[in-house]
């Protein structure tokens, strides 16, 4: 059960900039490429802490799961709208799913915890029908962008779901809209992409 609630600022997981680039060979944008072993070492250094605190603050990364959903050569490509809390990003077509780390009633934080966040997120976002389901989930690398000020305050975490079909349905169709594109034809959207997930597809998708 998660400790968050609408009464209460959100707090969120982060890390110490200065901790995390002692872990990471640090790249000025691009995909820094771990596995599960370096992905415990990271999370082993967060922390909880208000997420007001931290919007602004370059010296903590917020840690951010973000996961392609992939279905055998096709892609699920959102839009984000006007409905979507975070105004720097609206508009900007993404491949990722997934959000903010929240506090939880569990054990120490480790990358199985970070998983269950992500889907958690991704339930939020999206519903997969009763003969849809997901098949795999693989760590990739992590993102770093220091282009742009929203992503010098996060750090994200970047994971293929893979799902066995395309009955894959937005919840909240306000914040925003998605289809399935098929590998050769994403280069099509590349100019409206988020940064993020140009990262992805050039250092991992292409």
Not at 43 to 55: I, P, Q, T
Not at 56 to 82: T, V
């Amino acid at each position: 059960m998660c400790l968050t609630s609408p009464d209460l600022e959100e707090s969120v997981f982060a890390i110490p900039a200065a901790d995390l680039w002692k872990l990471l060979t640090w790249k000025e944008t691009g995909l820094i490429k771990g596995d599960i072993g370096l992905l415990n070492m990271v999370v082993k250094k967060g922390l909880f802490r208000k997420r007001s605190d931290l919007e602004e603050d370059p010296s903590f990364r917020q840690i951010i799961p973000y996961a392609i959903i992939s279905h055998k050569e096709s892609f699920l490509l959102f839009q984000r709208r006007s409905g979507q809390t975070e105004k720097r990003l609206h508009n900007k077509l993404h491949l990722g799913a997934g959000g903010h780390v929240n506090p939880c009633r569990s054990d120490e934080p480790d990358a199985q915890f970070l998983i269950d966040e992500l889907k958690r997120e991704l339930f939020e976002e999206v519903r997969l029908s009763n003969d849809c389901s997901i098949e795999n989930i693989e760590f990739i690398g992590f993102i770093n962008d220091e282009s742009i000020p929203v992503s010098r305050v996060h750090i994200g975490l970047l994971y293929n779901i893979r799902v066995s079909g395309k009955c894959v349905y937005v919840n909240e169709t306000n914040k925003m809209t998605a289809a399935w594109i098929e590998k050769q034809d994403l280069a099509l959207f590349y100019e409206g992409m988020e940064t993020w997930t140009k990262i992805a597809y050039d250092c991992y998708v292409k």
